[in-house]
């Protein structure tokens, strides 16, 4: 499939004859700008061993998997035509812009730090007050509830049993986790029944408007053992949600400790995940976080994202433009 789509996305982009072209991923024809989401070697060589079902997977299996091994050498031979055709890199975040550095040897000056970001629109301050009342209503959470919210689908990698594990050891029977995304955590299911949480853990499927649940949540939280970047925790304090997430996502850099948020060191740490919500859900933290929340990500907005995308855009049309390097 990939394959095919590269075929005929390579003869479009010849027929268009266009000055610069910009790529998003190892499956899309060779561009002047490669828009970089993840750097999957990376989740390769350092994610831990994970839990799927009753099953502990070792990491070592990840490297041996045809899907992982199919992505591996795409990516590969995508980044070594960018080193050829000294095109830019733009990195969703600093730590890809690492591992671009440390895993496929792209030099640091093909490099640009490119995050994503929100559309303000979806985050208005009244829409997520009106939306508050509204989708828990529809759920029908009781108002003492402390709702946490995990928006994912590879709950494996995103750390869904070791949050299991945290709200356990809290034993608090106001807390509940809506668990929002198009897969089902059916694997999770005998872990679930053991800790007694079937009434404090609903999934709630996919949806176009996620900020619904974040506009209905009191936490985001995410122990994840990798994340490129992490949209979901800028859009999350973006509408005023207060997120505990690790430390290894890109978009970490967004959240301030003790201010809009916490951070993990260990993704795997149970014990620091309670800890983490226990400090979280002291009274008045969440609404003093909260507060703090949108301030936090300004300059994320798509506008500002796509103003950066631009300006790269043109710098590498201005140098192919012109023929003494020197000048450029």
Not at 60 to 88: D, F, G, K, N, Q
Not at 124 to 133: A, G, M, P, W
Request: charged share 25%; glycine share 6%; hydrophobic share 45%.
């Amino acid at each position: 499939m990939q394959r095919s789509f590269r075929r005929l996305a390579d003869a479009v982009v010849r027929d268009i004859g266009a000055d610069v072209i910009v790529s998003f991923g190892s499956n899309c024809p060779d561009g002047d700008v490669l828009v970089v989401q993840s750097v999957h070697r990376a989740w390769v060589l350092r994610g831990a061993a994970v839990r799927v079902g009753p099953m502990k997977v070792p990491a070592l299996a990840r490297s041996l998997l045809l899907r992982h091994r199919v992505r591996l050498a795409h990516e590969r031979a995508t980044l070594r035509r960018l080193r050829r055709r000294r095109a830019i890199a733009a990195a969703v975040s600093s730590s890809v812009a690492d591992d671009l550095t440390q895993l496929y040897g792209v030099s640091p000056s093909l490099i640009e730090v490119v995050a994503n970001g929100f559309d303000p629109s979806e985050c208005e301050v009244e829409r997520i007050d009106r939306l508050r009342l509204e989708v828990r209503d529809e759920l029908q959470i009781q108002p003492g509830s402390k709702v946490l919210v995990l928006v994912a689908n590879e709950y494996h990698r995103k750390g869904l049993a070791v949050l299991l594990e945290a709200m356990a050891t809290l034993n608090r029977e106001d807390i509940e986790l809506l668990l929002v995304g198009r897969m089902a955590p059916d694997a999770f299911g005998p872990q679930i029944r053991a800790l007694r949480l079937e009434n404090r853990v609903r999934w709630v499927g996919s949806t176009n408007d996620v900020t619904r649940y974040y506009a209905a949540a009191d936490l985001f939280v995410m122990p994840t053992q990798y994340e490129a970047f992490g949209s979901v925790i800028v859009e999350s304090i973006a509408c005023g949600l207060p997120v505990v997430t690790s430390e290894l996502a890109g978009a970490a850099v967004v959240v301030s400790r003790n201010r809009n948020g916490l951070l993990l060191k260990d993704p795997l740490d149970a014990r620091e995940l309670t800890e983490c919500l226990r400090v979280a859900l002291e009274p008045g933290t969440l609404q003093r976080w909260r507060e703090a929340c949108r301030p936090s990500v300004i300059g994320y907005e798509w506008s500002s994202v796509m103003q950066r995308l631009g300006d790269i855009v043109e710098k590498v049309a201005a140098q192919q433009s012109d023929p003494d390097p020197a000048t450029t």
